[in-house]
């Protein structure tokens, strides 16, 4: 793998999906990737071309929490309440479509580990990626990219009692994941490869 990308070798993957991934009937169970990272280091981008490259070979499905999020608060006010609500709810679609045989790549920044960690309690088969990025990279983005779902200026708003991660509230960078990429480092097809060769390997 090139400088931008790091596979945790710390995890046994066998305690998480057996010795070949494979359930008792031989059947390939049902996984879910979270990719977090801070606004603007490139997870939907990432998590985009995870899709794209293992959709022709499992059935998948992108939750990307700026859409989810307009439909469970349409006017966010981005309060610790409102964000445990919002991450529960995601973390509970991913339980849900997993346990009916769906992979699924969630795309959410999830500032708090709490957030990511119940996902992991629920899905027995769950990756954690972090998209590492400086925050300097990720405000020059940020204000240059096509947002799509995802709000506008979420760094220009930072301040004066602003709620934005990694700047107004903390980023609490994951502890043990199975997969970093230095999105700064490696472009987004070199990203998204290393996380699919993983799940090709691992799940």
């Not at 494979?22 to 390939?28: I, M, P, Q, S």
């Not at 939907?44 to 999020?69: F, M, N, P």
């Not at 088969?125 to 983005?141: A, I, N, S």
């Given at each position: 793998m090139g400088g931008g990308v790091r596979m945790n070798d710390a995890n046994n993957t066998d305690d998480v999906n057996g010795a070949?991934?494979?359930?008792?009937?031989?059947?390939?169970?049902a996984w879910a990737i979270w990719i977090t990272g801070l606004p603007?280091?490139?997870?939907?981008?990432?998590?985009?071309?995870?899709?794209?490259?293992?959709?022709?070979?499992?059935?998948?499905?992108?939750?990307?929490?700026?859409?989810?999020?307009?439909?469970?608060?349409?006017?966010?006010?981005y309060t610790d309440e409102e964000r445990e609500i919002v991450y529960a709810s995601l973390a509970y679609m991913a339980y849900l479509l997993v346990e009916s045989g769906i992979c699924v790549v969630i795309d959410?920044?999830?500032?708090?580990?709490?957030?990511?960690?119940l996902a992991r309690e629920l899905?027995?088969?769950?990756?954690?990626?972090?998209?590492?990025?400086?925050?300097?990279?990720?405000?020059?983005?940020?204000?240059e990219r096509d947002a799509g779902y995802a709000p506008t200026g979420i760094y220009a708003q930072a301040g004066a009692g602003g709620t934005v991660p990694g700047v107004d509230v903390t980023y609490e960078e994951p502890l043990n994941p199975e997969i970093v990429v230095r999105s700064d480092l490696a472009d987004a097809d070199a990203c998204a490869d290393a996380i699919v060769a993983w799940v090709r390997d691992e799940m």
């Open positions: 070949n991934g494979a359930n008792d009937t031989g059947r390939r169970d603007g280091s490139g997870k939907t981008t990432i998590a985009k071309k995870v899709c794209e490259k293992l959709k022709t070979s499992v059935a998948l499905t992108h939750l990307q929490l700026d859409r989810v999020r307009k439909v469970i608060t349409p006017n966010p006010r959410a920044t999830a500032n708090r580990r709490k957030y990511r960690d899905i027995p088969h769950f990756v954690e990626v972090y998209v590492e990025c400086p925050l300097g990279v990720c405000v020059t983005r940020e204000q």
